[in-house]
């Protein structure tokens, strides 16, 4: 079974910065979209951020924008979420997943029947 694994997620202050990982021991990410979401307590899950394989695309949330990016080191099969000028509401469980019907971004990004390797989630707290 494909299991994708998280890490980074740890308590910061607002305005503060982290940077998850996603890595998949012994699977490959290429050719895959792979997305970030994000669920906090009482909250539907939420998209984040999607990068595609190689066609450069990428999509953001509404909450996100300007604030966060993503990448991906196809060599070292990781993909990263930098999380800048962070604010309590970002706050939640952060979850990496896969796109096995397409390997670009473009369009809806984060349509969830479309996800479905996911990893366990890192918790983010943003709090004073």
């Known amino acids: 079974q494909v299991q994708l694994v998280e890490s980074g997620g740890d308590l910061v202050q607002p305005g503060g910065s982290l940077r998850l990982s996603c890595a998949a021991p012994g699977f490959t990410l290429d050719y895959y979209a792979i997305g970030w979401f994000r669920q906090a307590p009482g909250k539907e899950r939420e998209g984040v951020s999607c990068?595609?394989?190689?066609?450069?695309?990428?999509a953001y949330g509404d909450s996100v924008k300007g604030r966060f990016t993503i990448s991906r080191d196809n060599a070292k099969n990781t993909v990263y979420l930098q999380m800048n000028s962070l604010k309590p509401e970002d706050t939640a469980v952060y979850y990496c997943?896969?796109?096995?019907?397409?390997?670009?971004?473009?369009?809806?990004?984060?349509?969830?029947?479309?996800?479905?390797?996911w990893g366990q989630g890192t918790q983010v707290t943003v709090s004073s």
């Open positions: 997943a896969a796109n096995t019907m397409r390997s670009s971004c473009s369009g809806p990004a984060f349509v969830g029947h479309e996800y479905n390797y």
């Open positions: 990068v595609g394989y190689s066609d450069g695309s990428s």
